[in-house]
C-alpha cells in the first residue's frame, strides 16, 4: 500500500521548459490537491479535484494546469517554467466531507535556472 | 492576508519538558483544524486534529487546545523528546465538502538532549 506517489523526487528545469508533475494514490480518496511549499511561507495550495472531470483553483494557481481523468491520478503541467516556480511541491488526498486529515506525497523539489 | 498565523518561527526546548506551540486564525468559518509534522526532504504527517465544538484532543504525547473566542489553538508535546524536532504546521478548513485546508507557515522545533 504506497498510500502517495510522488515523480520525480527532484528535477531540474530551464526556464520556458514544460514538465509535469505526477501524483499517482492508492487510497481511494475522491479528494486530490496540490500545494507548494516555499521558505517561509507555508503550504499554498495551487489546484484541487473532488473527483475524476472536476477541478478547481486553489490560492495561487497561475502557471499551473491539471486534469483528473481517473480516481488514482492527478498530475500537475507547468507549461512554461519561470524561476518563481522553483519551490517544493507536494501532492496531498483525502476523503470529501471537509473534517478529515489529508495525506501527502513526498514531494517534488523543482528548479528553474 | 493570512488567515492562520503561527507567529513563532522557532522553538527551542529542552528535552522531557513540555513543548508549546500556537496558532491564530481570522476565519470564524473555520471548524476543523490539524497539525502536521515534516521533516526534511518528506511529506507532512499527520499529527492530531480538533474539532470546533469540542476544546481539547488528546492523543498520546500530544494535546491540541481550541479557543475558539480567541480564534487561538495550541499544541502541547509533553514529554519532548529529541524526535520531536521538525517543522510543525497548524491547518484549518472551513469544512466544505472541498475540505481544503489553509496552512500557517509552519513552527521549526528543537528538542535538545
Known amino acids: 500500500n504506497a498510500g502517495v506517489t510522488q515523480t520525480p523526487k527532484f528535477q531540474v528545469l530551464k526556464t520556458g521548459q514544460s514538465m509535469t508533475l505526477q501524483c499517482a494514490q492508492d487510497m481511494n480518496h475522491e479528494y486530490m490537491s496540490w500545494y507548494r511549499q516555499d521558505p517561509g511561507m507555508g503550504l499554498r495550495l495551487i489546484h484541487y479535484s473532488v473527483g475524476a472531470g472536476i477541478t478547481d483553483q486553489g490560492e495561487v494557481p497561475n502557471g499551473y494546469n491539471v486534469s483528473r481523468s481517473t480516481t488514482e491520478d492527478f498530475p500537475l503541467r507547468l507549461l512554461s517554467a519561470a524561476p518563481s516556480q522553483t519551490s517544493v511541491y507536494f501532492c496531498?488526498?483525502?476523503?470529501?466531507?471537509?473534517?478529515?486529515?489529508?495525506?501527502f506525497g513526498q514531494g517534488t523539489r523543482l528548479t528553474v535556472v | 492576508d493570512q488567515q492562520v498565523k503561527q507567529n513563532s518561527p522557532s522553538l527551542s526546548v529542552q528535552e522531557g519538558r513540555i513543548s508549546i506551540l500556537n496558532c491564530d486564525y481570522t476565519?470564524?468559518?473555520?471548524?476543523?483544524f490539524l497539525w502536521y509534522k515534516k521533516y526534511p526532504a518528506e511529506g507532512p504527517t499527520f499529527l492530531i486534529s480538533i474539532s470546533s465544538i469540542k476544546d481539547k484532543n488528546e492523543d498520546g504525547r500530544f494535546t491540541v487546545f481550541l479557543n475558539k473566542s480567541a480564534k487561538h489553538l495550541s499544541l502541547h508535546i509533553v514529554p519532548s523528546q529529541p524526535g520531536d524536532s521538525a517543522v510543525y504546521f497548524c491547518a484549518a478548513s472551513d469544512g466544505g465538502s472541498q475540505g481544503n485546508l489553509i496552512f500557517g507557515k509552519g513552527t521549526k522545533l528543537s528538542v535538545k538532549p
Open positions: 496531498a488526498t483525502s476523503r470529501l466531507g471537509g473534517n478529515t486529515e489529508a495525506f
Open positions: 476565519n470564524s468559518m473555520f471548524d476543523y
